[in-house]
């Protein structure tokens, strides 16, 4: 009660001070004001295209766009499941951008992948292109010094941040704890789309965020994440949907953010645009010039694009708990759902959170009941390849019932998966770029990260759980969907309540077999053995009491608060060495497979403990965790 009290005083008067604190008119006027005085006007280029290099990426998405009509849409599609392509991806389309870049995500930090693509938009700016970003307020440019100096490195530049908590740019603990007392289903809903567009053109969109972990570049823990690229009409539905964020009135411009504005009135000097400091150099200074390698582009890139018909790319509507009614609000989240309802065969999914919502379970509730109901296999993360550790515990709760009522077929990644420690080996070679081998040498699939958070994913500062075992680790953060390798899917959502009711979403869908069939192997490799743990039901080895266990464990689980039996009725299984994969409904399953535990590898600490009693006493949360 003591500590109660003791903070009780210190947020109501934040509440106070914090509340309906908007930056005034003629504040926003003397800042903006200062800004167009002070911002550094200097180019780099007279030319009339803005000295854009060639790109036969951009070049391909015109020549789609000329091709295609109303009735027979054509695109041009690839698939960025490797960290070095995903990022020469992108600087090479922002060196090529003639007229405009729009950019969209939800983490933007200052470590090298940050520094890297924020620099080059500062010079695409300088050489004459519109450079828009709009950042999800919470996880991105929480220095004020860098603010300061995005508001005049060039006025072809402007940064909006989405949301901010009491209209800052920085949030404090103090101001965290403030935000969820005071309007929690705001300050809750954050946009966690991905985009980068090009000339309205050509756009990337899927999972990954600007921070080391989503390239391959950190040093303990990384993302293996997955974009699609794709040029053709689809890139004017993601101009319209870029805009409608852009002019939306949570996306608020620098100049409006109290913090911002203070330190713009406080120092009229223009602070100047400072070269980036990487902590690895000379691997930037690779992926730099692969983006220009017109050989290397050829074989990673050109060569791996599809062209395809019809694809769309989805989003929900800004602030979508507002009007969560309203059409088109949840456009993402219902054609999603729509897409798994019509299964016939196979449903293909990779979710970093396996936290279903209800409308998620009625669905494949209702296709576990069919007469031939459909194959569901998931590739989701163990605890201990996951940073969301308490998003993980609701997982492992309901494991019964998506084995039992939705049939699902779950792998959950290795923390070393063989996949992914290939795609960081190519990610860290600091060589020339013709040393690096082909894309097809590079082996099976990669694989992604998630965090505990109230919010969601956050980056570095979240660790996962200790390990027995040592070395560099890996968690999912990929969001995909392939059903009977007819619909493909590449996004931001992670099928859960999160997505489906806070976090604004966004993606492609692409209707193309053969795209399909290629994300459908790109998934299917991380749920191999050497990447992934089985999850089973556990043997029954003594009929009775494994009938008497499963009963109680089926009660507890369904309790409206709390879950408190620890025997649960699926565990994780290891295939045994000489043997072949199987599917856990195969007779012979239990021949094959070793039982290796709940949570193998997770040693015990703190968080095992926290994973534990979330299963039993979190229920309440798992829509917000």
Known sequence: MSVLRRFALPLLLAL??????????????????????????????????HCALPSPLLAAATEALAASTPERPVHVVTLLDDSVPAMAARINLVRAARHSIDVQTYIWDQDDAGQLMLDELVQAARRGVRVRILADQLFSFGDLDLLDRLTRVSPNLEVRLYNPTFHKARTQPLEF??????????????????????????GITGGRNYQNRYFNWDDSFNYVDRDAMVGGPAALQMAASFERFWNHPRALPLTHLRDVNRRILSDHTPPTWPAPHYRRPARVARVQQAAEDPAWLQTWLVDASRRVGRVEYFS??????????????????????????????????????????????????????????????????????????????????????????????IHELKPHAPSAAVDNELANLDLDTTALPPPEAAGPARVPAARFRLLGSRGSSNRPAPLHSTGLRFGLHAKSIV???????????????????????????????????????????????????????????????????????????????????????????????????????????????????????????????????????????????
Not at 29 to 43: E, K, L, M, P, Q
Not at 323 to 346: N, V
Not at 352 to 381: C, E, G, W
Request: charged residues 25%.
């Open 316 to 409: 929900d509507l800004p602030a979508k708990t507002d009007k969560p009614d309203k059409r088109r609000a949840l456009d993402f989240t219902h054609h999603i759902m729509r897409m798994i309802g019509e299964a016939k065969r196979e449903v293909l999914l990779q979710t970093p959170y396996l936290v279903m919502s209800k409308r998620a379970q009625h669905i494949f509730r209702t296709l576990h009941r069919r007469a031939d109901p459909p194959l569901v296999i998931v590739s989701t993360n163990s605890l201990a390849s996951t940073d969301a550790f308490a998003v993980y515990a609701m997982s492992y709760k309901h494991r019964k019932r998506y084995l039992k009522k939705f049939g699902f077929e």
């Open 483 to 625: 059903v009977d390798d007819v619909f493909a899917m590449v996004g931001s959502h992670n099928f859960d309540p999160r997505s489906d009711h806070y976090n604004t979403e966004s993606g492609v869908i692409v209707y193309d077999h053969d795209f399909a069939d290629q994300l459908r192997h790109s998934i299917l490799r991380s749920t191999q053995p050497e990447n992934a743990w089985v999850i089973a039901p556990r043997r029954s080895k003594v009929p009775v009491l494994t009938d008497i266990n499963r009963a109680i464990g089926t009660v507890s689980e369904q309790l409206p608060l709390f879950d408190l039996w620890p025997f649960r009725y699926a565990t994780s299984f290891d295939l045994k060495p000489g043997c072949q994969p199987l599917r856990a409904t195969d007779p012979n399953f239990y021949a094959c497979y070793e039982p290796v535990g709940d949570f193998p590898d997770v040693a015990l600490s703190p968080k095992l403990i926290i994973t534990r009693m979330v299963t039993a006493f979190g229920v309440g949360a798992k829509g917000i965790l």
């Open 16 to 49: 106070l001070s914090l509340q309906g604190c908007t930056v005034s008119r003629a504040q926003i006027r003397r800042a903006d004001a200062i800004v167009a005085a002070s911002a550094d006007r200097s180019s780099s280029c007279a030319q009339a295209d």
């Open 177 to 202: 704890a403030a935000g969820v007392l005071c309007c929690f289903m705001q300050f809750n809903q954050r946009m966690h789309n991905k985009l980068l567009l090009v000339d309205d053109r050509i």
